[in-house]
């Protein structure tokens, strides 16, 4: 087993937690997980992108760059909620993983 199965909550939250800090986008959010340790393609990102908005933990507009468009992700009230939820959960695991270290 490599694990995967277990991070992709971990890249949910961690993809609330930028989106919530700042309006995040694609390819950004691509590159800040990859220094993370992440490697996710496009086409898991987007696809997750897309189901986090449908769920109704992001929501997205679309402007222009220049001579492109960018779609711009924030946290809604859900996903600033979800995420508050999840990281005192966090904690209580990260304090039982590490209690003997």
């Known amino acids: 087993m490599d694990g995967r199965e277990f991070y992709s909550s971990l890249i949910r939250l961690h993809v609330l937690h930028h989106a919530v800090q ?8 691509m590159e800040e997980l990859a220094r993370h340790g992440y490697k996710i393609s496009a086409g898991t990102l987007y696809p997750m992108l897309h189901d986090m908005e449908r769920k ?3 929501s997205s507009t679309e402007e222009r760059l220049g001579r492109q468009n960018r779609r711009l992700y924030r946290a809604t009230d ?3 909620a979800t995420l508050e939820d999840a990281k005192e959960k966090v904690r209580e ?3 039982e993983l590490f209690e003997d270290s």
């Open 22 to 29: 700042e309006p995040i986008f694609g390819l950004g959010i």
């Open 56 to 58: 109704g933990y992001l």
């Open 78 to 80: 859900l996903g600033k």
């Open 93 to 95: 695991l990260f304090g």
